[in-house]
Structure formats: structure tokens, C-alpha cells
T-cell receptor, first 115, second 114 residues
Framework: AQSVTQLDSQVPVFEEAPVELRCNYS??????LFWYVQYPNQGLQLLLK??????LVKSINGFEAEFNKSQTSFHLRKPSVHISDTAEYFC????FGSGNTPLVFGKGTRLSVIA | GAGVSQSPSNKVTEKGKDVELRCDPI?????LYWYRQSLGQGLEFLIY????????KSGLPSDRFSAERTGGSVSTLTIQRTQQEDSAVYLC????????????FGQGTRLTVV
């Protein structure tokens, strides 16, 4: 069964500084990987996803994540954060082996951007 | 509909009472998930439905929890004899398929057991 580990529960960072939110997964088969974001008082929404092809995927608001199969990681990065990036970020995995499997989430990382 | 709709948005109930939470997925979505979100616990998978297949109930925490999906559309999550530890936000999501497509989430139902 898959599992997702988000190593940091909270990450405070100053505005315009870079940030990395870490995500590691375990699975016995090949996977699809996702990052979801939950802004304060809002529902979860997809930020970016890796399905196949290029291991580096990007969102429209400057985040990127790189799939590293050997390290079973999918860390999320942004070179310069804004106040508006303050939110909770969830990494998720789904395998594309045989059978149906649910989307499994990590416990989340709360990113707080400080002015 | 335009998005995943959940009702009620908030529910306060007395310990020992039964509650029903409703989820109306996006039209045409074959997969439907229920998750529970508690402070510091992230999103805990509860159950999911995919088309006409038997639901995956592996995440339900106890036999007090059950869910059904009628006609491949609306789903109801039922919690019997509620306990204080059931207090959480219950999230529903739907997608076109289980594996490689985006899951769309509702706003959730905040359940408080007093």
C-alpha cells in the first residue's frame, strides 16, 4: 500500500525567500504524484501533478516539483514566496498498477509567509 | 453541478446521536471519495466509490461509519452513535477516474460532537 510522508508540519519563511516543502512516498508500483493546496477557509485544490514524461512539473503561480524515482521524492519548491502563498500544502500519491486504488495524502505542511 | 456540493456545511450533534453527511459530486464523475481532516492529522482516507465496483471501505475507522452512493451520484456518509473523537471536517471529492485525473473537493462538513 502507498504512503506519503511530509517531513515538515510547519514551515515559516520570510516573503521573497525560497522555500522547499518535502514529500516522500512509498509504493511497490509506479505512481502518479500530486500537490494540493488549501488556502485559509477554502477547499482543497490541485496545484500541480506528475503523471509521466518530464520529471519537473510547474504550476501557474511559480511553484515546481520534481519527481525523483530513486529517492521516491516529490519535493515542492518556489524560488520566491509571496504572502498569498500562505496555505496548507498536501502531497498525494496514486498508483497506476492494476486495480483501483484511492488517492493517499500526507499529513500536510503549513506554509506561513512572513512579511 | 458546477462543483462538488456538501451539506450541511456545519453540524453540531450530541454524543450518541447519528448523523448523515451528504455529498453531491460533479455530474459525470465516476469516482467519489470521502476523507476526514483533523488538526495535525492531514487527510485521512475513509472510503471511495468507483463506478459500479464494490466500494473500498478500508479507511473506515469503525463499524459506526458507513457510506452509500445511490445511482452512481449522490453519496451519504453516516456516523452512528457519534463520539467526541468523530469531530472533524469531512471532505468529499470526485473525479473522472481514480488514478491520473484531478480530484475536485467540496468545502466540507464541519462536524462537532458535544
Amino acid at each position: 500500500a502507498q504512503s506519503v510522508t511530509q517531513l515538515d508540519s510547519q514551515v515559516p519563511v520570510f516573503e521573497e525567500a525560497p522555500v522547499e516543502l518535502r514529500c516522500n512516498y512509498s509504493s511497490s508500483v509506479s505512481v502518479y504524484l500530486f500537490w494540493y493546496v488549501q488556502y485559509p477557509n477554502q477547499g482543497l485544490q490541485l496545484l500541480l501533478k506528475y503523471l509521466s514524461g518530464s520529471t519537473l512539473v510547474k504550476s501557474i503561480n511559480g511553484f515546481e516539483a520534481e519527481f525523483n524515482k530513486s529517492q521516491t521524492s516529490f519535493h515542492l519548491r518556489k524560488p520566491s514566496v509571496h504572502i498569498s502563498d500562505t496555505a496548507e500544502y498536501f502531497c498525494a500519491v496514486s498508483d497506476f498498477g492494476s486495480g483501483n486504488t484511492p488517492l493517499v495524502f500526507g499529513k500536510g505542511t503549513r506554509l506561513s509567509v512572513i512579511a | 453541478g458546477a462543483g462538488v456540493s456538501q451539506s450541511p456545511s456545519n453540524k453540531v450533534t450530541e454524543k450518541g446521536k447519528d448523523v448523515e453527511l451528504r455529498c453531491d459530486p460533479i455530474s459525470g464523475h465516476t469516482a467519489l471519495y470521502w476523507y476526514r481532516q483533523s488538526l495535525g492529522q492531514g487527510l485521512e482516507f475513509l472510503i471511495y466509490f468507483q463506478g459500479n465496483s464494490a466500494p473500498d471501505k478500508s479507511g473506515l475507522p469503525s463499524d459506526r461509519f458507513s457510506a452509500e452512493r445511490t445511482g452512481g451520484s449522490v453519496s451519504t456518509l453516516t456516523i452512528q452513535r457519534t463520539q467526541q473523537e468523530d469531530s472533524a471536517v469531512y471532505l468529499c471529492a470526485s473525479s473522472l477516474a481514480t488514478r491520473n485525473t484531478e480530484a475536485f473537493f467540496g468545502q466540507g462538513t464541519r462536524l462537532t460532537v458535544v
